[in-house]
């Protein structure tokens, strides 16, 4: 790095006693370790090879790029027109190398787990040998704002340090992280049994919990109607073996004994969606 300006400077707040952290100026704080997954999962392919950029493309990849020092802006804004004359400033391939390097790190932490597995966790962090970086930032005090919120407050110097002082965070404090039923991706669980991230998902704005849970929903009322028309079927099978009667064929205690085993397999098979329902429910009928 020659250029010392070049590195980016930032301070952060994290809160002593709650999973939250503020960038510079930020007024609202965030949950720790959303700002990390907004940047594994921003869009950084369509700003590449451009002839201009502005900073405000870059608000949505990192709360540093909005809340870092103005000077560094402008002039990282203009290193990225130049063709990057100044090498010091991070290029948009630099920061899509970063991204993947995060992005496989965390699907790697939290992709597979339900909860903190600490074990899992360090023989992760023992395979990646790159998380020995140059850090440079430090602690500069401990802010007692308001007798309410207690910030520890960093000094950092470029946005490399941004992503791993939060990785750090996330790790120490065991933050729950977990990949979302409908679309995948790694999300904080506001609460412990949410499965599903609050992303839009749907082209009309729809999140993926209103998608998740209508459809989980709309599967057990399904399953309800596949338990009845099951348990009416029953009563009607049995009925033949101990009523004969005369309009339907009757059935010996062996032939109710194989269609219930059938029955009963095929029902758990049009539950969990192996088989069409419609058409279990007119075999049921037979
Ligand atoms: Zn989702």
Redesign the pocket.
């Known amino acids: 790095m020659g250029n010392i300006n070049a590195r980016g400077y930032i301070r952060i707040h994290i809160n002593l006693f709650h999973n939250t952290i503020r960038f510079g100026s930020q007024e609202d704080a965030l949950l720790l370790g959303d700002s990390l997954l907004m940047f594994i999962y921003s869009s950084l392919k369509p700003l590449q090879s451009r002839m201009h950029y502005s900073i405000e493309e870059f608000y949505s990849v990192h709360p540093f790029f909005r809340y870092c020092d103005p000077i560094w802006k402008s002039s990282f804004v203009q290193s990225l027109s130049d063709g990057s004359k100044d090498k010091s400033f991070p290029s948009v391939e630099h920061l899509i190398r970063l991204q993947e390097k995060y992005k496989s790190l965390l699907q790697s932490l939290y992709e597979s787990s339900t909860g903190i597995d600490t074990k899992r966790i360090q023989s992760v962090l023992a395979s990646e040998g790159w998380l020995r970086t140059q850090l440079s930032y430090s602690m500069l005090s401990l802010d007692f704002e308001d007798k309410e919120q207690f910030w520890a407050d960093y000094f950092v110097s470029s946005f490399e340090e941004c992503l791993f002082i939060e990785l750090v965070e996330i790790i120490r404090r065991r933050v729950v992280i977990k990949p979302?039923r409908?679309?995948?991706?790694l999300?904080i669980p506001k609460k412990s049994n949410s499965d599903?991230?609050q992303?839009t998902?749907t082209p009309d704005g729809r999140?993926?919990a209103e998608v998740g849970y209508s459809r989980t929903f709309a599967q057990s009322v399904k399953n309800d109607e596949l338990l009845l028309a099951y348990t009416r079927a029953y009563k009607a099978h049995y009925a033949r073996v101990t009523k004969p009667r005369k309009k339907a064929r009757n059935m010996t205690r062996e032939e109710f004994q194989d269609w219930y085993r059938e029955a009963k397999e095929k029902l758990d098979k049009a539950r969990a969606g192996l088989i069409d329902p419609e058409e279990y429910k007119e075999w049921l009928k037979l």
Request: net charge positive; proline share 0%.
């Open positions: 979302c409908n679309c995948g991706k999300f599903y991230c992303r998902y999140t993926c």
